[in-house]
């Protein structure tokens, strides 16, 4: 099938990219001519793991095209993606402005029935508001279909390749049967296409979102929980999660959810439900908690050098909102970069693939290094902020050496307390007990 995506950011350039894989003919556009150039000569614009050996092979094989202009990457398109961004505007609702202005251009261009998807994370009534604009200047048949992409950065590839499900928003018949071939391949192992109408499609992407930060946040607060109880989260998370009703899977603790989604999808729920007059109290609390919970580690590390944190300098290991990604977005480590530079902290950072955009927006307020052991040389202290793997077996003679003190505040539980034990260092991480604190140190 011959489709087209407008977007060519992480969704549109995945999206993309898997749909030419499974035989589709793929035109990505973009209005980017930076972007666009780079792609077209072959070289991939995000870090995603997996992803630039598809792209290449696919752009070999004379399945994947970019280009900036719409009238020429929509011709003959029987599926168009809009993979646009939906940021947050200014009063937390989800900014339909990229969107909107497509739709707007896409009417006059249609030459025959095609089916339009959001791909976008979308409010409740977007697909209404799409077909509205698209049909101010259509001359042909079209239907517009809200399909929410549930994929994560860093594992991207295998999410959209063997998705858990893929839900289709339309009620139309013709295009319901479009979608159902265009997924077919990727469904195969017993996984469902979810049918359902346009606004239960575009609720869903939100719900989804807003319960998972949820059960993230519930488990942070039951994490600080611990710390004041004397219990270790990591047994309870355990105990918890092997109930399958609960499940293992996101409820580990730490300094915050990040990332360009949750954040704005639960401020955008919130919105929306606002909007309608309904107070959404649990969304409240989960966005409240979340903001302290970035930064919880910095009264403890103020506290630990005696209440005055000026000229010390810190190890930031990680910057990247998550391992195996580049994303900065919302990222945990920029609230603490920010906090840690207001006390007069000097910061030495390492991030194996996010400190090129941390540069672009903190600049030379901290500096680079290209690996941890260069970034740890004569620091007060590690501060972990993102628990990329190569952080997670340190070697510990060649780290002892170099550091100043041997403390590590750890923001993601990376470490096993027995070896921070064993190895004398004086370790804080997220609803564990604090371990080889001295005793003139308060916590507990
Ligand atoms: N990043 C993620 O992991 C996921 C994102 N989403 C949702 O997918 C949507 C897109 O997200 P990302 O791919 O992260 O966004 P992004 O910001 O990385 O990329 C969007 C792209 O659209 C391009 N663009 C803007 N206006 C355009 C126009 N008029 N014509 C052509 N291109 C235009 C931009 O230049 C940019 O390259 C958002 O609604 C997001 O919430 C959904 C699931 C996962
Ligand atoms: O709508 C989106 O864009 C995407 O948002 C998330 O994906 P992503 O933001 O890539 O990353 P996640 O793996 O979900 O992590 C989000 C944040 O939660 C944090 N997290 C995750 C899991 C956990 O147990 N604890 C925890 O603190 C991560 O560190 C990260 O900061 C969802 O998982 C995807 O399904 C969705 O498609």
Redesign the pocket.
Known sequence: MKIAVVGTGYVGLVTGTCFAETGNTVTCIDIDQEKVKKLKNGKITIYEPGLEQLFERNIKQDRLFFTTSLAEGIQDAKVIFLALPTPPGEDGSADLKYILKVADDLGPLLSEYTVIVDKS?VPVGTADKVRERISKGAKVDFDVVSNP??????VAVEDFMKPERVVIGTTSTRAHKIMETLYAPFVRQGNPLVFMDERSAELTKYA??SF?ATK?TFMNEIANLCELLGADVDAVRKGMGTDSRIGKR???P?I???????PK?VQALAKSAKDTAYDFKILKAVMDVNTYQKTKLIPKIKEFFGGNLKGKTIAMWGLA??PHTDDIREAPSLYNIEALLQEGVNIRAHDPEGMENVRRIVGDKIQYFNNPYEAAEGADAVFIATEWPEFRTPDFEKLNSILKSKVIFDGRNVYELDVMKEQGYTYFSIGREAVNVPKEVIHG
Request: a negative charge; glycine letters at 20%; hydrophobic letters at 40%.
């Open positions: 994370t992409e549930f994929l994560r950065e860093g989804a979102n998972l993230i996101f409820l580990f730490g915050g959810y990040g990332g360009s989604c949750f999808d909102f998550k």
